[in-house]
């Protein structure tokens, strides 16, 4: 009898400008076992997108420069891309939660937090 092919791991868009921080996500999550996707900024994390690249999440940075993570998702949706969006932010205090189109991790964050936070949305868009 042949063995199941396993399923296909999750692949994470991770969007953040800070270069030490994307890379710490992108080690934690590739240690949970998620294919990990960058991009410094929304322009380029578009562009991923764009290019077809099968993406089952992105977290993103709310406060990047040229596009930020409120734009990102503006553009994803009027080009119905339907991915959901992790948002983390540093600036939680700040941000209009009745209007923020998705769920937001405050930083600082521990690796358990995210991958907690991001084992949640798969859970919900699964």
Known sequence: MV???????LTVLVVEDDDG???LMRQVL?????QVCEADEGFQALSV???????DLV??????????????????LALAIKIPILFVSGYVS??????????????PFDAEQLLARVRQMQAVSA
């Open 21 to 23: 921080l994307r890379l």
């Open 30 to 34: 590739e240690s949970a076992g998620y």
């Open 3 to 9: 063995a199941p092919l396993p399923a296909r791991s």
């Open 94 to 107: 700040d941000l209009d939660a009745p209007a923020f189109p998705g769920p937001v991790l405050p930083k």
């Open 59 to 76: 977290v993103s940075d709310i406060r990047m420069p040229r596009m930020d993570g409120y734009e990102l998702a503006a553009h994803m």
């Open 49 to 55: 997108l764009l290019q077809g690249r099968p993406v």
